[in-house]
């Protein structure tokens, strides 16, 4: 999956700008630690505390894809 279509996915479950952890969590549905630890280890940039653009969610989501599934199971729910 290339990162546009990253971007695309994330557009369609309402991640768009800037995102807070807990809104990232939940539109992947993952734990707020599991974003935490993504930041903490460098892979996740935030812009402000607690806070991330789309760009840096993308490319983290391209270097680790096994979170994108949180977005196909959000999708499935509806």
């Known amino acids: ?31 707020v630690r599991t974003v935490n630890s993504a930041k903490n280890k460098g892979w996740l940039r935030q812009i402000d505390r607690n806070t991330f653009d789309i760009d840096s969610i993308v490319d983290w989501l391209f270097n680790h894809p096994r979170y994108i599934t949180g977005i196909y199971h959000r999708q499935e729910e509806k």
């Not at 800037?18 to 992947?28: D, F, G, I, S």
């Open 1 to 31: 999956m290339n990162k546009t279509r990253i971007r695309e996915l994330l557009e369609q479950s309402g991640i768009a700008g800037v995102v807070t952890t807990r809104q990232l969590a939940e539109k992947l549905n993952i734990s």
